[in-house]
C-alpha cells in the first residue's frame, strides 16, 4: 500500500539536498500529514521507522497494542528488550 505523501516538491527537493536518510523522509512525511490533519496516513508514516523500545512501550500504553499492529511498527527490539509477548501482556 502506498502511503499518500503530503510534502510539497519543494520541501522534498530541500530534504533529498541535505542527504536526509529515509528515517527522516518518514517523519517529514509524518509531520506533513499530522499538519493536513490526517492522522491515519501520519501514524503510517511514523509506522515505518524502527523506533526505540522504550517508545513502543509508551504507545502501548497510551494507544494500546492493536494500535502498534494496526499502523505496523516494528517491533523487533521492543520484542529484545521485553520478551516476545510483551504487546500481548
Known sequence: MELK??????VRAELIAAHADEALMNMEESKAAAEADDMDTA???LGKNDLPDYTLKLLKQSRGADF??????NTVNADKSYGENWLNE
Open 5 to 10: 505523501s503530503y510534502l510539497t516538491d519543494a
Open 43 to 45: 501514524w503510517r508514516w
Open 68 to 73: 502498534i499492529r494496526k499502523y505496523g511498527f
